[in-house]
Structures are given as C-alpha cells and as structure tokens.
C-alpha cells in the first residue's frame, strides 16, 4: 500500500517529495497502527491522512471541529481529484441525501463530520456499512481541558473504539504540551500508538518586536509597506478590532473586523472576505484562529501584549502555512503587561492568577529579551536551536551595541544593597530607581531613603533607562526578583560578587524605534519571480475561484504561481511539473493559465532565474547555507551588512556572481535599493541613452559601446533597476 505513496503524491497533490515525519507517519497508519501526530501549523499533517485514505481501500473518518474548515478541505480535496465529502447540519435534506447514497455505492475515499454529528444514535452503524476503514481526528488536543479550545464532544469519541473494533486512530495536533499529548492518548484509549513530534520550529517566519509607539500608525506603515500582502492584526480587546479596522479602511486599506461580540453572519462574512482575497486584513481578537486554514498570511501583527507566549506561538503560527516567507511583528509597551496582570485582579482563583501572572511575564520577558526570538520561543517548548544566528529575528539580524554598563550597573547595584542594609527589607525596581533619580516621594520620606549614599545618584540617566538596565541586570542574574507580584529585589551571589569586586558589566543596548525600522528581516525559501506575471495569475486565480465558489488558494496557492512565474510552462508536460500541480488540476486549469502566461510572453521580455531555485525549506531544520543558497543566502548576508566583497569572501565565490545575485534580486522587487547608492543620475542618463540604441540584452555590447567606461558590476545594476522599472510593481 505504502509503496504507491509516491505516485499518489505527484499524482493528486503535485508534490514531489514528502515533508519530514509525513512519510513516516503515513507508513505508520497504513500498517494499521494508531499514531499520534504532533506537528507545527503548516508542516502538512492533513496529507498525512488524505494520501493514505488514497491508498487503502474502504473510507477514512476524519473527524473535525469546525463547519467552515470541512468544507474548504473537501472543496480543495474536489479540485484535486479527490473523492471526498462531508456530513453536517448546515446540508438540505436532497443534498444529504444524495451524500450518503454515494458513501453507500463506495464512491468516497474521505469523509468529513464533526464529532456531534458522529455520536447520533445510528451514526456508528451507517460508518461500518460504509466501511469505514480508518478514523482520523483532526485538531486533537480539542479533546483536552487543557488545551485551548476544549470541546466536550471529543471526548465521546473513545466509543467508537468499540462501535469500529480494529480501526485504527491517528490524531493530530499542533499543541505540543505534554499534558495534551498524554489526555489525547488516555482520552481516545490509543492502542501503543505511536507518536510522532515534529520540531516546532517555522524557517519561514521571521520575528520582530518593537517599542510601541503610535500603534494605528505603526500597523498602518508596515502594511502599507506590503501593498498585496494578506495579514492578521491582533489586538486585546473587541473595540481596538473595531477601530484598528476602520482607521486602517479609511486609510485604504481592506480591513475588516472579527471579534466574539459580532452577529454570526457577518463574523462570518468577515472571515469569508479574508480567505477569498477581498479583505486584505483582519483586526482580531484571539477568538480569531482555528479554522483559518488560508496558507498565504503574510504577516500577523501583534498590536497588543498577548497573554503568554502559547498563544503567541499559535498566533503568529498562522502566517504562512505554505512555507513561504512570512513576518511576525510584536509592538511592546511595559504599559502593555501591566494592564494585563490588572485583568488578574478580577480572577477568583488565586493559584489560577498566579499561573496567570508567571505567564503574562514570561511573555513580557520574550518581549525585552536581547536573545534570538527563536531561541527563546523554541526553548518553551524544551527544544533547543542548534545555530548561533538563526537569520531570521530582529535580534539576530541586527546585532545589539554591546556597551560597558560597569558604572551604571555598579551604581545600582549598590542602590539595592544599601535599601536592604538600611531598612532590612527589599523593595520593587520602580522604588529603586526613584532612589537612583533622587525623586521626593512619600515612600522614600517614609523610610529616609534620602539618606543613602546612593540616593540621586543617577539623576543624569533617564528613569527609563534606569529601568531597562535594571531589568537586563535580572535576567543575567545578578539581580533576584521575588516570585511573587511584588518582585521585589535583592543581590544574587553573582550581583554580590560583581559589586565587590568591580567585575566588568556588559550590555546591549534596548533598540529604539528609529534604529531599528520595521522592515522585512527575513527572506528565507522566498522564490524569486516575475512579480508583474504573478499579480497576473493571480487576478485569474481570483476569478477563477469565484466562478467556481471556493477560496482562491483552491485552485493554486502562491507556491505554485511562483514556480509559473519562474519557469513560463507552455506545455502539459512542463506545467505538470510545477508543483502543486496534479493531474485534476491541470485538466481544469493549465489551459487557462498556460493562455496567460503565452499572452504575457508576447508583450514582456522572460526573465532568466538562477537554476537551483531554493525550494521552500523544510519546516525542520535550521536556515540553510553553502553553495546551495545562491540568491537567497547572499541577499542574506547583504541584509546583515555585510559588503559584496566580504560576502564573496565568506562563501567562496567570486564577486561578478555576488553582484549579480544581488542584481537579480533589484530586479524582482526582492531588493529594495536605491539607483543612487549605485550609479550617479548623470551616469545613469548616458546609459540609458546607450541602452536605447543598443538594448540591455548584451552587457558587452553596451559597455563596447559606452567607450569601456563602465565596469561590468555598474552595468548590471543599470540593468536590473531598469527592468524593475517595466514591470508592475
Ligand atoms: P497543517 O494542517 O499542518 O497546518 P496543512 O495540511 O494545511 O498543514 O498544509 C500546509 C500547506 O503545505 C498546504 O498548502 C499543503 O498543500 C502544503 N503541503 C503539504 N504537504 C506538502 C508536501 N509534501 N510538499 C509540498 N507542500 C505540501
Ligand atoms: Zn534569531
């Protein structure tokens, strides 16, 4: 059975190889074993057990929550030549009917239903007769209280053990914690299954956290900054949706609202608008999320301080399920946690708000940390990172200034040591820092802290910054805080040592919002294109989809386009090879996306890409370097600062091919650079009118014909600006 998973793969899908634990965890289902899959959003679980259901005979259960998410995987099953359906409430009477007569004549390989569906009386007996062979159950942890969206009716779904003696169970997640894991095992009674836990790492998400600031104008720059890219704004509460959303349309921006408190109908309007491309962002509050399966989110932005880094990871884990790059972006204010451990007042559970408070500051602490996001996000799931520079956060790509913080930390430390001294009791980092700015308080009347010989002292640092080296000084550990809300301070033996003894103190200096602009930090597996061609095949997709009324990521997602817009197929045999392109999908659309690309042809020059187009890296390992990067990974180092010449020097190649690859990168849009840093405007007039009698074809001709004034890295610049300049943004 196992052994046609390939065929089945390029055949129905258009894949050509399988992405890591998906081959292993098919093998395991198709021996008949129960499996447990724990793999992060966007590794592809659901081919975990559509491709099996292919090559097996009878018909695979796949249990699932939500309406809306059945019926967008089955309409993708459909356009892909898959024999699938569901069974739900929301069908007529004929249509149900006639559903259940095909799965009587064995007509499906997939059926869908929700777990209330599944428990009505007769329900296990129409599944025997129709063969059911295997049960899937989709987004598993919905089976625990521990998780975040417990549904009491996944629990039921232990009696079909009994009802379905011999079918085997694979489950599926991406909630990682262990006690989910083991409450989905205990709760399905899972025979000895076998368990499968991917990395959680995402490769294609890049991590940025800024100071807030402005935050309307914040979220509106950065995307404005990315003119047809689809993203999510989270935010606290139903109000900031509402009004993020509409400053953000009368900026002119496609955004819409989504939030608990609004009607079903157009909550659920809202979100439809999203995933068919008519909304081009939605402000949401955290009931925004399961069930949004659109694999294009560019970006999400967090506007406000999430409540722990769960939920963030979740969160931002719905940028970019088809591997493509994808941002992430935090805008953090202290304000932020300290509204949110106020929420905590109104909790009656005291050991709840307690877990509650941790939580928030964890958060809070991933937010001010100078070390790599992905490290730390990853070392909350108790994995570790393997490299030193993961190439893809704001820490990591833009290297702190590291200062001697020496005085400035002995002065505080000091500070804390001589409250103690005095008055036999600790105090918080704010007290501290009034002490160090000499302020006039009524506590430090109280306790005549105006005497200590550190009082003051610090009246030429701003009380910010006072507060963040504080907070810097905690996290290394030369400062205790107390666990409980007071936090308050005292002198670890490393803070001790370090005073005594005048131990060098060093830093990194908090980044402010002007050195650090929120651009895209990372490009990682993005596939260079022909982006005017791509906004083409995209408005076909757009109408394509609504003829046939499913989402536009349906007929093609942007992977594929991408690959079209690369390699310009003309033939059946060559747009077969694209991926994401099986055979259903080129019956139905290759003649209409192949006329196009004909057509564009005939009015725009075929760009050439480098060969060894980066395939979307795999969602495990770490960003890849070496000789098989090309493009991608000089544009990489040229993002880090590094110079042309010193980039050709770190990857052993020779600087006409640095050039050129950077080059490339102007002309795709992937480089956003400025002729001037380039070429002068003088310069750049006797090119081009060089350029107008002899054409951009060949450099060598053009620089004959310019007198050799010209070096060759010049002229390919010239090149590269001019052909952005003819295609559509
Ligand atoms: P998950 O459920 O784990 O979040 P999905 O099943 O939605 O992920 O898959 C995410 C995306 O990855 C989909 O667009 C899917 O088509 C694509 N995908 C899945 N498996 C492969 C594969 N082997 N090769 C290429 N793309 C794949
Ligand atoms: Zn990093």
């Not at 006072?466 to 666990?483: E, F």
Request: aromatic share 8%; hydrophobic share 35%.
């Amino acid at each position: 059975m196992s052994d046609s998973l390939p065929e089945l793969l390029k055949q129905y899908f258009g894949y050509d190889t399988f992405r890591p634990l998906q081959r292993e965890i098919m093998d395991s289902a198709l021996e008949g074993r129960d499996v447990v899959a724990i793999l992060p959003t966007g590794a592809g679980k659901s081919l975990c057990f559509q491709l099996p259901a292919l090559a097996r005979d009878g018909v695979t259960l796949v249990v699932s929550p939500l309406i809306a998410l059945m019926k967008d995987q089955v309409d993708a099953l459909t356009a892909s030549g898959v024999a699938a359906t569901f069974i739900n409430s929301s069908l007529q009477g004929s249509e149900a009917q006639r559903r259940r007569s095909g799965l009587e004549n064995g007509q499906y390989k997939l059926l869908y239903a929700a777990p209330e569906r599944i428990m009505m009386p007769g329900f296990a007996e129409d599944l025997r007769r129709w063969n059911v062979t295997a049960i899937a159950v989709d987004e598993a942890h919905c089976i625990s209280e521990w998780g975040h969206d417990f549904r009491p009716e996944y629990r039921q779904l232990a009696s079909l053990r009994a009802e379905l003696p011999g079918v085997p169970f694979l489950a599926l997640t991406a909630t990682a914690t262990e006690r989910v894991r083991s409450d989905i095992i205990r709760q399905l009674q899972l025979d000895d299954p076998h368990v499968f836990l991917a990395s959680f790492n995402r490769p294609n998400l890049s991590y940025t956290v800024l100071p807030k600031n402005k935050s309307t104008r914040q979220v509106y720059d950065f995307i404005h900054q990315r003119p047809n890219e689809a993203g999510i704004v989270y935010v606290q509460s139903r109000k900031s949706a509402e009004s993020l959303a509409a400053a953000l349309a009368t900026e002119g921006v496609k955004a819409v609202a989504y939030h608990a408190g609004l009607q079903p109908e157009e909550r659920a309007a809202n979100q439809e608008a999203f995933i068919r491309d008519e909304a081009r962002i939605v402000c949401a509050t955290i009931a925004f999320g399961m069930g949004i399966n659109k694999p294009d989110v560019r970006f999400v932005i967090h506007a406000d301080l999430p409540k722990n880094i769960e939920g963030y990871y979740q969160e931002t884990g719905r940028a970019g399920r088809d591997s493509l790059p994808s941002d992430c972006l935090l805008l953090y204010s202290r304000g932020d946690l300290i509204r949110n451990l106020k929420f905590l007042d109104e909790m009656t559970d005291p050991k709840a708000a307690e877990i509650a408070a941790r939580q928030m500051r964890l958060m809070a602490d991933f937010a001010e940390s100078t070390e790599c996001r992905r490290v730390t996000l990853l070392d909350y799931f108790g994995e570790q990172w393997p490299g030193d520079n993961c190439g893809g956060c704001d820490v990591c790509l833009q290297p702190r200034e590291v200062w001697d913080a020496t005085t400035q930390a002995q002065k505080l430390l000091s500070c804390i040591f001589r409250i103690k001294q005095k008055s036999k009791f600790s105090t918080g980092l704010n007290h501290v820092v009034e002490v160090l700015a000499g302020a006039n308080t009524e506590k430090i009347r109280k306790w005549y802290h105006d005497q200590l010989t550190t009082y003051g002292i610090g009246k030429d640092t701003p009380r910010e910054e006072w507060t963040a080296l504080g907070r810097q000084l905690i996290r290394q550990g030369y400062v205790d805080a107390s666990p409980d809300n007071y936090q308050t301070l005292s002198l670890s033996k490393q803070g001790l040592a370090a005073l005594m003894n005048r131990t060098p103190i060093m830093l990194t200096r908090t980044p402010t919002l002007a050195s650090t602009p929120p651009a895209k930090v990372s490009k990682t597996g993005s596939i260079l294109c022909d982006e005017g061609l791509f906004a083409e095949l995209r408005t076909l997709r757009k109408r394509l989809a609504d003829e046939r009324g499913v989402p536009p990521y349906v007929v093609f997602g942007d992977t594929s386009l991408r690959h079209m817009c690369r390699s310009y197929p003309q033939t059946d045999h060559d747009f077969l090879s694209m991926p994401g392109v099986g055979s259903q999908k080129l019956a139905d659309y290759g003649q209409p996306f192949m006329a196009e690309i004909k057509n564009w042809l005939t009015q725009h020059e075929r760009l050439i890409f480098a060969n060894e187009a980066p395939p979307p890296p795999p969602p495990k390992m770490k960003v890849e370097t070496g000789p098989g990067g090309t493009v991608l990974e000089t544009l990489r180092l040229f993002r880090q600062g590094l110079s042309p010449e010193a980039i050709a020097s770190q990857r052993n190649l020779v600087i006409s091919t640095i050039h050129n690859h950077l080059a490339q990168a102007i002309t795709s849009g992937d480089l956003q650079a400025d002729p001037r840093d380039y070429f002068s405007t003088e310069d750049e007039q006797v090119m081009r009118e060089a350029a107008a009698e002899h054409g951009l074809e060949s450099l060598s001709k053009l620089r004959e014909a310019l007198g050799n004034q010209f070096d060759y890295p010049t002229l390919h610049y010239f090149r590269a600006f001019e052909m952005r300049g003819n295609a559509p943004p």
